[in-house]
């Protein structure tokens, strides 16, 4: 199973520094940051020396960090993860492999091995070990279990190195310093978000007028038709995240401020999108904060734990916002098929996704203005955050998105991406 994917976070371009000061507090507030209080004397690095950490606020990419010069290497792709292993990995004698583990180094490689020297696999917890008097054979002492993993070939040894990671949010990964590859310690200059202390605090609740009651009702029997659930929360991400929501944290969808500007932004959508919401769920909070995508749920690992797949929307709601969430839903759900969803009904259009939105540069929160080929800066945060900025433009700036298509051939192929294989021809006039 993979270990990837938790949770995809969601923000508007406009709003993002507000969003990561929110994140950061949220994180702090809830004691999660147990290392950013303990940081001054231990630095994350040092903690999670030798370890393989996954992003689990990205797609799941997989870091080595190495456990003596604390820097971390990238597990892109199998050839990345051989160039670590062959420039990283500690050469070990085949009389040293049978102290470890036991086993007569001639002996076909097993799986994984219980180490046989405990004081030895501590000493090698988080290295990757070379048989050298072999053909190479690659092995990584996990610090974790002091177990040994045989790594096999690159692709082997990216698959098992993803399966041996832990969770790590960006806010501590950014203080670990990038490693140049090919060189061994060296580091790179590297992003420290600041400490941000601003807990979410809670809008107060308007009590909807007759009206709008009305139609607060007609949306909840539209979502229950098209097999959608709308449930109130009054808790935090992390919260959830971390604690899973009991029946405690649910309530009732219709005293949540700004209700109708989900009703809103659904609405907009034709038939066929709506059509991968259904069986989620839409959680509106009554909190401040952003836009989550619920990718799915992790009981056994303690995440999202008796939460639906979906997305949180917290406070304020904003109709582009909701939008901009579907799309990630759409584009993970409904395009990509992740985690087998069964509302994959779009995986034809998988290939032409990947071409027309990958991002193929590093993301500058600083730029001025967007390059060519996007309607924002937001959008180039990655393929994820370019699919869903531009399904919403495609909806919410129509007008704008058209004119600029007219000079800006990749803009032209989004818009029409979305046009004739989404929205069938659909449309907008804003
Ligand atoms: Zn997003």
Redesign the pocket.
Known sequence: MLLTYYL????MPRTIKMIRMTIAGVLIGAGIAIHAHASAVVPIANRLAGKILLQVERNGEAWYVHPTHHTRYYFGRPRDALTIMRQQGLGISNRDLFRLFGIPPSSPPAPVYITKSVVLAQRLAGRILLQVEAHGEAYYINPKDLRGYYLGSPADALRVMQTLGEGIRDNDLAQIPVAIPGTSGFTAPHSVLPPLTTPPSIISVTTPSGSSDIKITDFLLWSNAHGIEIVGIHKTTDHFYYQGGKPEDFSDPKDVPNLLEVADGLYQIPENIIAVLKGKTLYVSHLNGR?YAVLGSWPEQNILAGMNRGVILEQQLKKENVV??IG?ILDYHGIRGMYEDPQNLFANLEPLRKEIFSVSFPYDPALVAPPVGYLNVYSTAND??NF??HFASYVFRAQDFRVRAKRDEILQRKYDFFKNNLFGGREYAL
């Open positions: 995809m976070k969601i923000s836009g901009h969430e990630h994820a955050e869903a900025e």
